[in-house]
């Protein structure tokens, strides 16, 4: 069986896989469905999925301007972790969490998930407090959370320097050691492949160009491919959401900003966890194939361009060698940018818009991807019972009017 497996592997790879089956069908665009998606990524597809077999509404399109996995799905650093300070917070990435946990046997496709833990260092002494009351905030929730002083730091990764000399000394830090990273594009397959199994109609290369509103609620969409009347209207557009909500006259708080990442060419194995730091803002991990995958901050202009500024790269690879000396010599590969929409309390919006039959999933900035299969189960429940699940309730619209925010700035930065 395993030689067979080994000649089968090298025939399609020598056909250029043109013998595979499609991972999902090419459905065309009926007249009406329950439910629309807007956003063909891995939140949108996540929350078709969850339609379909938590809720058994499987009359559901999810529409994609392009081909599914070319969006931020596709075009970020993979990271995942649960340890986010404020308690509704921590719940909504820990549910998503122990989704992942289970993801790759759930959807019967290998997502690649590796928990090798995720360190987020302390260059000072607001640092470490910042560090410790998140640790102590996590383990109230039952998030797994630890302290680590320097030397302990260096244990777990020997690479990293920790040197009292440095200009930024590393004082400690936290580690989750369930956190780690994910193939990106094979959760956006995984899902879609799942959630066309269960009837539900993903449909490519469809902008939508407008929302129909009659009678005060929604009532369909305009496409690229035609009109599609729908029930329910369920926006999952990152980046873009702002957009997108106009479209139906709702004006969003959400600005977004390039988020840009890059490779260096590929090592023998070195950097065996996710090492982030916010004072010299880099996070950096390693892949399978051997690349060291980087990213910062956001750029801190408006844009919808998947670019990034030079400045940004120039000064993450300054906070790179300030951590990891070892990498001076090693040559960057390629580099891309996503698009994020953020929060004025960088958290997301989930929950219903002011127009009937019109839903949100969005604003996640920088934490989206980790994010991918609590949201997606959270906002299917939320657009199946018209109500929202308990753990998205506290990221509804209305609490920048009550005032009720999440200010999570401190564990997004550039902690993605």
């Known amino acids: 069986m395993q030689r067979y497996s080994i000649l089968a592997l090298a025939r399609h790879a020598l056909s250029g896989h043109r013998n595979w089956g499609p991972a999902w069908r090419k459905a065309a665009p009926r007249a009406r469905y329950d439910v629309v998606i807007i956003g063909g990524g891995g939140h949108g597809l996540a929350t078709a999925y969850y339609l379909a077999k938590e809720h058994g509404i499987s009359d559901v399109a999810v529409l994609e301007k392009g081909p599914i996995g070319l969006g931020n799905t596709g075009r970020n650093t993979t990271i995942i972790r649960s340890n986010y300070l404020w308690d509704e917070s921590a719940r909504i990435y820990e549910h998503s969490l122990k989704l992942w946990e289970g993801l790759s046997a759930e959807l019967n496709f290998n997502l690649m998930l590796s928990q090798r833990g995720v360190l987020n260092l302390a260059h000072s002494e607001s640092d470490i407090r910042e560090g410790m009351r998140r640790a102590g905030a996590n383990r109230l929730q039952g998030i797994d959370a630890e302290w680590l002083d320097p030397e302990a730091v260096q244990r777990f990764c020997p690479i990293i320097s920790v040197s009292k000399e440095a200009r930024y000394p590393v004082l400690g830090a936290t580690l989750q050691r369930r956190g780690g990273v994910a193939r990106h594009d094979a959760v956006a397959w995984g899902y879609a492949r799942a959630a066309d199994a269960r009837g539900v109609d993903i449909i ?11 009678g005060g609620r929604v009532v369909g969409v305009d496409t690229s491919r035609g009109a599609i009347d729908a029930g329910k209207i369920a926006i999952v557009a990152a980046g873009h959401n702002s957009v997108v909500a106009a479209m139906a006259g709702v004006r969003l708080p959400l600005q977004s900003h390039p988020l840009q990442a890059l490779v260096s060419e590929p090592v023998k194995p070195v950097l065996d966890c996710v090492v982030m730091s916010g004072a010299v803002h880099v996070y ?18 408006n844009s919808y361009a998947q670019r990034g500024s030079f400045h940004v790269i120039e000064g993450q690879m300054a906070a790179l060698l300030e951590l990891f000396p070892i990498f001076s010599r090693l040559k960057m590969l390629r580099s ?7 929060s004025p309390d960088a958290s997301p919006i989930i929950g219903r818009l002011p127009i009937p039959g019109l839903y949100l999933n969005g604003g996640w900035g920088t934490g989206g991807f980790k994010a991918t299969p609590g949201a997606g189960y959270v906002f299917a429940h939320t657009i199946a019972q018209g109500e929202p699940h308990p753990l998205a309730l506290p990221f509804a619209l209305d609490r920048f009017t009550t005032g009720a925010l999440v200010d999570e700035h401190a564990a997004a930065a550039v902690s993605h």
């Open 204 to 214: 490519e290369n469809c902008e939508v160009t407008a929302i129909r509103t009659a």
């Open 284 to 301: 950096v991990s390693q892949s399978d194939k051997g690349e060291l995958v980087m990213g910062a901050g956001i750029d801190a202009f």
């Open 336 to 342: 891309w940018g996503g698009i994020v929409d953020v």
